[in-house]
């Protein structure tokens, strides 16, 4: 009650500014004047019992006349549930003017008549409180279970029983004329179907009322206890004028006004809520058995009995409800616990049972399949489109490889964009055809309006009994083969027992990568180029250690290739770039700048995103672009020389310099390099090795120097490692040297020492 007469802090949405004013101010006059009166109601502050023509007049009824105004104001201020309001209102205001008529005119009639125009009046409330009731349930109450409709009839039921009792025992001492009881007996009659519907109510709401229905609640409940008080002190001959008595039907009043002041309602939630939405109808259950007990000892009357039985068998059948409801709630459970929300077909849990059963059931000569699939390159539509294409893309794809289980197959989403299928006694062979059947109905374009979607699915399989005979152990191999589909872009791999540990390390490799590259274990080394002409440094070839904590130092070749298969060289060259300019911006501030050569990889060169990166941390260290030198291989060139060319040209723009490395490996011409953006040309270590001993040999080297500067490049000797080759690769006209016989790659510190030690170096520095 307190909570809404007293002022809200901000205006509720369903009111305009002015209409909350009003009715605050019509709040605080009511309240001063129902206290009031209420005051003058105990006993002792009126001095003398009996009727006072201005309080139990003119005070009492001016806040009835204030409730009443109250809620006509809220009819007239919200449209929302006006209907109800309107009805209540009239309620309330029937019950104003019987009181008023009372005052003013009945009671001093002798005798009273029965019923008088005020009894009429007061009768009359009761209907258009019951339909402004059953209104109010009705905006609030969706359809509730069928238990919860038995806890509201066994909770009705119950109260019923009790209260005919107590009306039976009322009547039982009442004396006067038949009209007189009738009229009386009207009274708790009407509260009692009030609250028989307001309990029914409140069990559909699962005993958690709204404020509002609490306020009606309250209201009612007020006026039968004031009624029935009433009924006991007229049958006793004890009713006196001007008691709290009085102030209890006036209160009943102003509590149904101040429902009128709580927003308008909204449709309740029903849902589980435990033990304790069985406390009321337990309750009532319990007093409809305590009553029958009580009538096998002493004669009650039939309607109690007759309403505490019924009460009963419908807390039987609650019980029973109940029962089955918690089964099916299981169920349920149980089958939710196994599908996948966003596609209905089964989940993992599922699949890794279907597995466990079907391995047990495997007898001899007994084969089947378990197939994972993974959509490529899904992240880019989730990215691109919304997360909401993605799931209708991957709704649509559960539906597509529906078509191609059969009944004793069990397909599931396994999370993500993963799904798997246990293709039931399948041979390799078929297992094998049914993947190329789902990719390809995979492959055919999926349109979401009006948006055409391509996408695609890299499938592993692997057979049991074949390479594995467990389930954890089938579902590895059929995603580690699914990796090496993915990777390999061979759409569809059949796991082989023979790769298992070489699949197994490279995967645990990967793993280990991926921390390598956060945890900061790689490491730079640095290997000296040096002008073969003044045989002073050049600069330095940047290459990539991996620091591993069990293995130690590992070198590229046993991990860069890797890092390109599972997509990791975007990272690592960002590492190694921030390494290796790190050092180059360290040098240049102790006043050694040294030009630094970096490697990238094929899927370095795809990326266009690379220049740009390039360059801004170039920037960001303050080192001019031409510092810097990216080596890339001639064969990694020719993937894609377009693409190649674009980032290439670039990278140029930007003043970084780049190099042809491995240069006479692959297939390139140098015809086809000429339109290629290349500054230098990087001589494979193969041509140097035989320099010496193979005359072929050193005709190629010559004839390279020749073309490569007759293209304006720059010719760079790799793998010097004598001093004969050294001083053959001088004598061809190479313009720069590179090999162990120079120095072998180093830590920066060691090549610090190696400059200061070596700072003019003569042609043939020591190794
Ligand atoms: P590369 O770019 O041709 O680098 C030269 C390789 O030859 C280095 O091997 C170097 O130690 C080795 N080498 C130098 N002088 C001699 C010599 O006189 N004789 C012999 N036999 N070898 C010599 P490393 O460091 O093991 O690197 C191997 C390859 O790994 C590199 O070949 C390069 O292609 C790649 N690599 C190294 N670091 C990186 C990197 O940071 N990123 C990328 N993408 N690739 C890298
Ligand atoms: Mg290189
Ligand atoms: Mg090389």
């Known amino acids: 009650m307190d909570n809404c007469l007293a002022a809200a802090p901000q205006r509720p949405a369903w009111l305009t500014a002015r209409g909350e004013r009003t009715l605050r101010w019509l709040r605080r006059s009511l309240i001063v004047a129902l206290l009031a009166y209420t005051a003058t109601t105990v006993p002792g502050v009126r001095g003398e019992a009996g009727y006072n023509a201005v309080l139990d007049g003119w005070l009492q009824n001016a806040v009835l006349i204030a409730a009443t105004l109250l809620m006509f104001l809220r009819v007239c201020l919200v449209r929302r549930d006006r209907l109800q309001w309107v009805l209540l209102g009239i309620g309330v205001g029937l019950y104003t003017a019987g009181d008023t008529i009372y ?87 009407g509260d009692l179907l009030l609250l028989v519907l307001v309990v029914g109510a409140y069990g559909l709401l699962e005993w958690r009322p709204d404020r509002m229905l609490s306020y009606l609640g309250i209201g009612i409940a007020l006026f039968a206890a004031a009624d029935t008080i009433f009924l006991l002190r007229l049958s006793t001959g004890t009713y006196v004028v001007g008691t709290p008595l009085d102030a209890t039907w006036v209160w009943a009043c102003v509590v149904i006004a101040c429902a009128a002041l709580r927003p308008p309602a909204r449709k309740a939630s029903m849902g589980f809520h435990g033990w304790t939405i069985l406390i009321v109808p337990t309750m009532f259950a319990l007093s409809s058995l305590g009553l029958l007990v009580y009538g096998s000892i002493r004669r009650l009357p039939l309607l109690t009995v007759g309403l505490a039985t019924v009460a009963l068998v419908c807390a039987i059948l609650r019980a029973g409800a109940t029962f089955r409801e918690v089964q099916q709630l299981a169920r349920t459970r149980d089958i939710q616990a196994r599908t996948d929300a966003l596609t209905g077909l089964g989940n993992r849990r599922l699949f890794h049972e279907a597995l466990l059963r079907r391995i047990d059931a495997l007898s001899a000569g007994d084969r089947f399949a378990v197939m994972f699939l993974d959509l490529d390159h899904f992240k880019e539509v989730n ?29 599931v989403r396994l999370g993500g964009d993963e799904f798997a299928v246990l293709l039931d006694h399948s041979s390799r062979t078929s297992a094998e055809q049914i993947a190329h059947r789902l990719r390809a109905d995979i492959q055919r374009s999926f349109v979401f309006d009006g948006i055409t979607i391509h996408t695609d699915v890299s499938v592993g399989i692997a057979m049991c009994p074949d390479v594995a005979t467990t389930a954890d152990g089938l579902m590895q191999r059929a995603d580690l083969a699914m990796y090496e589909a993915k990777v390999d872009r061979r759409g569809c791999v059949v796991y082989s027992a023979v790769d298992h540990d070489d699949l197994t390390s490279r995967m645990r490799l990967i793993q280990e990568l991926r921390t390598a590259l956060t945890d900061g274990q790689l490491v730079m080394h640095y290997q000296p180029k040096i002008d073969l002409q003044s045989g002073r440094l050049e600069g330095v070839e940047a290459l990539v250690r991996w620091d591993h904590p069990d293995l130690g130092l590992l070198f590229p070749d046993s991990f860069i290739p890797e890092a390109e298969r599972y997509g990791l060289m975007r990272a690592l060259t960002t590492s190694v770039l921030t390494l290796a300019l790190d050092q180059a911006r360290e040098w240049q501030t102790a006043g050694t700048p040294t030009t630094m050569a970096i490697n ?89 090795a035989h320099i010496d001993d193979d005359k072929r040999f050193a005709a190629i080297v010559t004839s390279t120097v020749e073309l490569a500067h007759a293209l304006g490049l720059t010719l760079v000797a790799e793998g010097i490692e004598t001093v004969e080759a050294l001083q053959r690769v001088s004598d061809f006209g190479c313009d720069i040297g590179q090999g162990y016989h120079i120095s072998r790659p180093m830590p920066a510190e060691e090549l610090t020492e190696w400059l200061r030690r070596s700072a003019v170096p003569d042609s043939q520095p020591a190794a």
């Not at 009761?126 to 402004?132: D, I, K, R, V």
């Not at 993605?390 to 197959?409: A, E, K, N, W, Y």
């Not at 490395?661 to 339109?675: H, K």
Request: with cysteine; charged share 20%.
């Open 103 to 189: 005052f003013a005119w009945v009671q001093f009639q002798t005798p009273l008549p029965y019923p008088s125009i005020a009894d009429v009046l007061w009768l009359a409330v009761y209907p258009f409180l019951y339909a402004g009731l059953v209104i109010a349930c009705r905006h609030r109450i969706d359809m509730p279970r069928r238990t919860v409709w038995l806890d509201s009839v066994v909770a009705a039921l119950g109260m019923s029983a009790v209260a005919a009792m107590a009306i039976s025992v009322i009547l039982h001492h009442t004396n006067g004329s038949t009209r007189q009881i009738l009229t009386t007996i009207s009274y708790p009659i």
């Open 383 to 411: 990215d691109s489109l919304g997360h909401s294409f993605g799931d209708r893309l991957l709704v649509d794809i559960g539906q597509r490889l529906t078509q191609h289980v059969r009944g004793t197959d069990v397909l």
């Open 600 to 688: 990238i990889s094929a899927s370095n060169l795809l990326d266009v995103e690379l220049p740009e990166q390039i360059d801004t941390m170039l920037r960001i260290r303050g080192l001019e672009a031409n510092l810097l030198t990216v080596e890339v291989t001639e064969s990694t060139l020719m993937i894609d020389p377009l693409r190649a060319t674009t980032v290439l040209n670039a990278l140029r723009k930007t003043g970084v310099r780049v190099s042809v490395d491995d240069y006479g490996t692959g297939y390139s011409s140098l015809a086809r390099l000429r339109d290629l953006p290349v500054d230098e040309l990087k001589l494979d270590r193969s041509f140097i």
